[in-house]
């Protein structure tokens, strides 16, 4: 297994993108993955959330029970998942919104970013899942950075919706990763 992966947030977030995002990259490397979504009836605003797996063999669920990376967009991310990661996994954090207060496990790497303020900063409100995903590319080692920002160019170039300033909110989100 390469990665097991939860992206979640609330609804409009871009949370469930983030997950095709990486089962996107997954396949261009031609290894098998899985992309599972989990949401409320009012998406926009309700918490949702995806597991993704991604592996060199064949995946038998596409449940994950033992998180490596977690994607919490908000506090209510953090209290639903981080008991599920495996010691010595990832928690991307979303630090915008998440308090700055709480006390997160020692056994894991706690990886804080500014998500909001770097989307505002880069006038790309619906760029958090980006920035999201380039503090990921930063702190795993699942995908190397550039082939990360190529696969979240490609994606949406595929479907018709470039925006440069994804990239600058990919790179922002490498660039500000606070461990």
Known sequence: MIGEI???GFGGQGVLVAGMILAYAGMGQDKY????PSYGA?????TANCNVKISEDEIASPYVK???????MNETSVDKFENQIKAGGVMVVNSSIVSPNRDFRSDIKVVKVPANEIARRE?????????MLGAMA????????????SAVDKYFADKGK????NSLCFDAGINSCII
Not at 33 to 36: A, Q, S
Not at 42 to 46: H, K, N, S, V
């Open 162 to 165: 470039v925006n440069p300033k």
């Open 66 to 72: 033992e998180i490596d990376v977690l994607l919490a």
């Open 123 to 131: 006038a790309n409100p619906k760029g958090l899942n980006i920035i």
């Open 6 to 8: 939860v992206c979640s």
């Open 138 to 149: 930063g702190a795993t080692e699942i995908f190397e950075p550039d082939y990360l920002k």
């Open 33 to 36: 993955v899985t992309w599972f």
């Open 42 to 46: 009012e998406m926009r605003g309700g």
